[in-house]
Every structure is written in structure tokens, then in C-alpha cells.
């Protein structure tokens, strides 16, 4: 069964501290893994779209790895924005497109000042 | 531009009533999906449509129902309100065609059933 697992469910940083979230699946021929960001009361906002091991992408304070069974979302420095759920999801097996999502649980951080 | 835009953004339902949320997707989005997510829970899926088609349905039961209008717009319906069935109702438009496309959401949703 495709899943996929995101740990810690809650981070809390101090300004400046760096850290890293893990999103690890099982998936079926992986199609892209995709990382979103949810500030509350708001939809997921699109980051990063990965599509095989040894990818990386960057913005800002962010930077996404792929491996074969996990990535990772490197935050660097961050700072009070960067607090807001994250979220890592891959296609369906079987999809053609990324209409069809299993998301992970999101991992929840906080950035203190 | 205008994003995926939602409506109503905030609903108050009681056990038993009936329930539609709307969505207009992106101009030029022709595929959109819902998703449903509970508080301190990733989204799951529960459709996806394409050209006023159903491309595909997550495991909800049969009081979930949607469709997609001629302007690619869509509703969501869900009959028979559970309390279970308060969450974040979330809208998403992309492009569809072969490999991964990015999905665009909306601000959703949120439906309360009391």
C-alpha cells in the first residue's frame, strides 16, 4: 500500500537554529514527491517538485533532497516566517497526472524569535 | 490572476443536512481535484475530474458526490452529514497529461457539523 510518513509531527526551532524534516514513502514507481507548505486556515502552497534520487532544489532558506525511500527539507537559518505546517505527498500508482495525492500528516514548525 | 477560489469559506451544518462547496479553478485549468482534511491531518483525496469526467475517487463513502461544469468549475456534495465530516474541504486545480503536474490549491472550505 502507498504511503508516506512524515517525522517529527512538530518542530520548534529558535530563530537561526537550523534543522531538517524527514518525509519517508513507499510508493509504487515514484512520479515525483512534492513538498507544500499550509500556513493555517489556508490551502498547501506548492515548494518543490522532486523526480529522482539525488535531486535537489533550492529557495530561500529551503532546500529539498530525494533519496530512494525519503527526502528531506533542509531549513537553513530559519526565521519567524518560515513557521507553517509542511507537507510531503506523491502521485498514485497508476496516475498520469498528480491529480490523485497521498499526502503525509505534515510536520508543524515553529520558529521562535 | 486569480487563484482557485472557494465558497462558502466557513459553513455550520447540523447532523443529517446536506452540504455543496464550490470551486472555479485556475483559467486554463481544465482538471480539478477535492481533498479533505481533518485538523492535524494531511489531505486525502476524495475526487478528481477532468473534461466534466471522473478520472478518480478515494475511499468515501457514497454521500460524497461532485461534478465538473462546462467552465471546468466544480461542486462538491456531501449528503447526510456525519460529525466525522467536519474538516477543511480543499480544491485543487493543475494541468493534466503524462508525468506530475502541480496541483494549486484553494484557500478551502471549512465546514462545521454539529
Known amino acids: 500500500e502507498d504511503q508516506v510518513t512524515q517525522s517529527p509531527e512538530a518542530l520548534r526551532l529558535q530563530e537561526g537554529e537550523s534543522s531538517s524534516l524527514n518525509c519517508s514513502y513507499t510508493?509504487?514507481?515514484?512520479?515525483?514527491l512534492f513538498w507544500y507548505r499550509q500556513d493555517p486556515g489556508k490551502g498547501p502552497e506548492f515548494l518543490f517538485t522532486?523526480?529522482?534520487a539525488g535531486e535537489e532544489k533550492e529557495k530561500e532558506r529551503l532546500k529539498a533532497t530525494l533519496t530512494k525511500k525519503e527526502s528531506f527539507l533542509h531549513i537553513t537559518a530559519p526565521k519567524p516566517e518560515d513557521s507553517a505546517t509542511y507537507l510531503c505527498?506523491?502521485?498514485?500508482?497508476?496516475?498520469?497526472?498528480?491529480?490523485?495525492?497521498?499526502f503525509g500528516q505534515g510536520t508543524t514548525l515553529q520558529v521562535k524569535p | 490572476d486569480a487563484g482557485v477560489t472557494q465558497s462558502p469559506t466557513h459553513l455550520i451544518k447540523t447532523r443529517g443536512q446536506q452540504v455543496t462547496l464550490r470551486c472555479s479553478p485556475i483559467?486554463?485549468?481544465?482538471?480539478v481535484s477535492w481533498y479533505q482534511q481533518v485538523l492535524g491531518q494531511g489531505p486525502q483525496f476524495i475526487f478528481q475530474?477532468?473534461?466534466?469526467?471522473?478520472?478518480g475517487r478515494g475511499n468515501f463513502p457514497d454521500r460524497f458526490s461532485a461534478r465538473q461544469f462546462p467552465n471546468y468549475s466544480s461542486e462538491l456534495n456531501v449528503n447526510a452529514l456525519l460529525l466525522g465530516d467536519s474538516a477543511l474541504y480543499l480544491c485543487?486545480?493543475?494541468?493534466?497529461?503524462?508525468?506530475?503536474?502541480?496541483?494549486?490549491f484553494g484557500a478551502g472550505s471549512r465546514l462545521t457539523v454539529l
Open positions: 483559467s486554463g485549468h481544465k482538471s
Open positions: 522532486l523526480y529522482s
Open positions: 510508493v509504487s514507481g515514484l512520479r515525483g
Open positions: 485543487a486545480s493543475s494541468f493534466t497529461g503524462p508525468g506530475a503536474n502541480v496541483l494549486t
Open positions: 475530474y477532468y473534461e466534466k469526467e471522473e478520472r
Open positions: 505527498a506523491v502521485p498514485t500508482w497508476g496516475s498520469s497526472n498528480t491529480g490523485k495525492l497521498i
